[in-house]
């Protein structure tokens, strides 16, 4: 398995620009999650799916942050318009329901500069 | 609301010596599970070591093993024969139900 692949790995835009980060959780894991990483705030859940459905949105910022999760092998977080606080690591992971034990396996990450 | 405490921003350590890094949290569950992830500079995250709740024996990972205190409520990572490559942030992360929660990590050096 190739694990959990996010694209790109580093995205450097303008302020105002929409961004789009991608992601291919494992397959058969039906739990997909988005993190935030910065040095003020460390690791901030997002957003999260069971089967593709969003259950829990209370960590996105704001309304400039959506996410989708069309299918089960695929998933998008946009930030539209862009801001240069907006400027972190983006993880994505999943996981299996139900399989807790495993932890989550997360994807290399993509770091996102806004200028 | 849960949350993960690690209150040792930065630890060191010297090579093939011992080192203990903190975590505690707080919830008022009674099954859940706690993992410690290590980060090192490629910033991919990386399971170390799980622990259930419900088990009293505490988990071992080779040169990991974790102290577990459930009714302290704490979770503590020791590493030992600490080797180079041991050098990383190292995350503490609560789990029950649906959502992960990490605490805001140790960044771990080692000398040689």
């Known amino acids: 398995d190739a694990g959990v692949i996010q694209s790109p790995r580093h995205e450097v835009t303008e302020m105002g620009q929409e961004v789009t980060l991608r992601c291919k959780p494992i397959?058969?894991?039906?739990?997909l999650f988005w993190y935030r990483q910065t040095m003020m705030r460390g690791l901030e859940l997002l957003i999260y799916f069971n089967n593709n459905v969003p259950i829990d949105d209370s960590g996105m910022p704001e309304d400039r942050f959506s996410a989708k999760m069309p299918n089960a092998s695929f998933s998008t977080l946009k930030i539209q318009p862009s801001e240069p606080r907006d400027s972190a690591v983006y993880f994505c992971?999943?996981?299996?329901?139900?399989?807790?034990?495993?932890?989550?396996?997360f994807g290399s990450g993509t770091r996102l500069t806004v200028v | 609301a849960q949350t993960v405490t690690q209150s040792q921003p930065e630890m060191s350590v010297q090579e093939a010596e011992t080192v203990t890094l903190s975590c505690t949290y707080d919830t008022s569950e009674s099954d859940y599970y706690l993992f410690w992830y290590k980060q090192p500079p490629s910033r991919q995250m990386i399971l170390v070591i799980r622990?259930?709740?419900?088990?009293?024996q505490n988990a071992t990972e080779n040169r990991f093993s974790v102290n577990f205190q459930k009714a302290a409520k704490s979770f503590s990572l020791k590493i030992s024969d600490s080797q180079l490559g041991d050098a990383a942030m190292y995350f503490c992360?609560?789990?029950?139900?649906?959502?992960?929660?990490f605490g805001t990590g140790t960044r771990l050096q080692v000398f040689p």
């Open positions: 992971a999943s996981s299996l329901r139900g399989s807790l034990g495993n932890g989550y396996t």
């Open positions: 397959s058969g894991h039906n739990s």
């Open positions: 992360a609560y789990h029950n139900t649906d959502k992960l929660i």
């Open positions: 622990q259930e709740a419900y088990k009293q």
